[in-house]
């Protein structure tokens, strides 16, 4: 059901890497998020933060290169290009709390029918913390989760969360390895398909209701290649 | 002027059920030999708050390693497997608390100020037990000041006049921290003379710091 020779993370981080905005602030979050880097449309000007307190990193430096002072949020060493900034973390908090972050990526582990996420804990399961993921959810202008769309064969788009809220708000778009799914006030509306996937397709595999508004696109992936000077 | 001290002579001054603020995000920037001489002179019961417990090893969690911690205020644990089998196990209580929020109370506790409005954590269970409060249309939590017996900083540089500053992402919760504790103690990575650091350059004024450690040998 994916496209040939794509795998559904590179589906994921290649869709959202067209949520990309010129000249905005972004914070990609650990893990799958952190893979949009890769595919920033050639000539757009993004610049990335880390909630540990840089704005403008790059690629980590080659081995025997590394400043131990200069590490990403998962503290993997990091390089800083030119024109980057470093902060405290008073300073990073403000600019994502205060409304000067354009754009998140973070990871879910549920999304439900009015578009709430949860994404920091599994009761009796897993207990990381919220790190900076509910000021994230609280903070930034959009929320762009960025997910499978099933996990062991159940799906993590839900009529009602099960999980512990990461925060009270609509999150802006679901970005899936099936589909691009938009929170609107009348409910989850279907708005792409993944290349060769089917709406009928989609639907089975969701356990909320989705609102299907005409013909729906298949995702409009690019093959941008990836920049050696982004982070991987 | 202030004379550097050992890192063994300043872990003298912390005491068995004292709260200590430190800095480091994941370990980095956090002051590796004071930790080192605490877990040397065997503390217990410590209160540490900052932003995770790093790893197994690394920053504090040699402290958690070695049994000197009771209970933890942090905003991550995912990365240390001893703090979640502690935890479980009933030997230390951990407190969770969105990063954003943790660095707020910190700078409130260090700033006079009675606390601060979040939305951070509304509709999570963030609020429970927490006072909310409506204004400008929006819902906020207030969140009150957190302050500490000692704030445990690493500096990048420090002068004679404790002076500090700080290097790129081991900045972190240090610059905050350093207004937030009754005890102040600074290892900076070098320390030079009075004068050397311009004024625009220092990140934390020596006023707020009681106690330097020796640079290492």
């Not at chain 1, 590179?10 to 650990?30: K, P, Q, T, Y």
Request: charged share 20%; glycine share 12%; hydrophobic share 45%.
């Amino acid at each position: 059901m994916d496209a040939p020779g794509m795998d559904p993370k590179e589906i994921i981080a290649r869709r959202v890497a067209l949520e990309l905005r010129d000249h905005s602030l972004v914070n990609l979050g650990i893990g799958l998020p952190t893979m949009v880097a890769r595919y920033v449309p050639a000539g757009m000007d993004v610049a990335f933060q880390s909630e540990n307190g840089i704005i403008g990193f790059g690629a980590p430096p080659p081995h025997g290169m590394e400043d131990p002072n200069l590490t990403d949020a998962g503290g993997g060493f990091i390089s800083a290009l030119p024109g980057a900034a470093s902060f405290d973390s008073l300073m990073s908090f403000a600019l994502i709390r205060g409304g000067h972050l354009d754009m998140t990526v973070l990871g879910g582990l549920q999304v439900d029918a009015t578009g709430r996420l949860a994404n920091w804990m599994v009761p009796g399961k897993l207990v990381p913390g919220m790190g900076g993921a509910m000021d994230l959810v609280a903070g930034a202008r959009r929320v762009i989760v960025a997910m499978q769309h099933s996990a062991g064969g159940k799906s993590k788009i839900v009529p009602e969360l099960t999980l512990p809220p990461t925060a009270d708000r609509r999150v802006s778009l679901v970005v899936t390895d099936m589909a691009v799914i938009e929170p609107t006030d009348g409910g989850l509306v279907l708005r792409e398909r993944a290349p060769g996937v089917s709406v009928a397709e989609i639907v089975a595999a969701t356990g909320a209701t989705l609102l299907i508004i005409g013909e729906v696109p298949e995702m409009p992936i690019q093959t941008t290649k990836p920049l050696a000077s982004l982070p991987v | 002027m202030r004379r550097a001290i050992t890192a063994a002579e300043a872990a003298t001054l912390i005491a068995d059920g004292s709260s200590l603020m430190f800095g480091g995000f994941m370990g980095v920037g956090t002051p590796e030999r004071l930790i080192d001489a605490i877990v040397e002179r065997g503390v217990r019961g410590l209160t540490i708050i900052g932003n995770d417990t790093a790893r197994p090893g690394v920053g504090v969690g040699k402290l958690i390693d070695a049994g000197c911690v009771a209970h933890v205020i942090v905003s991550h644990i995912g990365t240390n497997p001893v703090t979640q089998k502690k935890m479980i196990d009933g030997e230390m209580r951990v407190e969770l608390v969105p990063q954003g929020t943790l660095i707020g109370r910190i700078h409130a506790g260090g700033s006079g100020l009675g606390g601060i409005l979040t939305p951070t954590g509304v509709g999570s269970v963030v609020e429970e037990g927490k006072q909310i409060i409506e204004t400008g249309g929006r819902r906020y939590l207030l969140e009150l000041p957190l302050r500490a017996d000692f704030a445990l900083i690493r500096a990048h540089e420090a002068d004679y006049n404790c002076n500090l500053t700080y290097r790129l992402t081991a900045t972190n919760f240090n610059p905050v921290i350093a207004l937030a504790a009754d005890c102040v103690i600074a290892e900076p990575d070098e320390i030079v003379p009075v004068g050397v650091i311009p004024p625009d350059a220092v990140r934390t004024p020596g006023v707020l710091v009681h106690h330097l450690v020796e640079r290492p040998r």
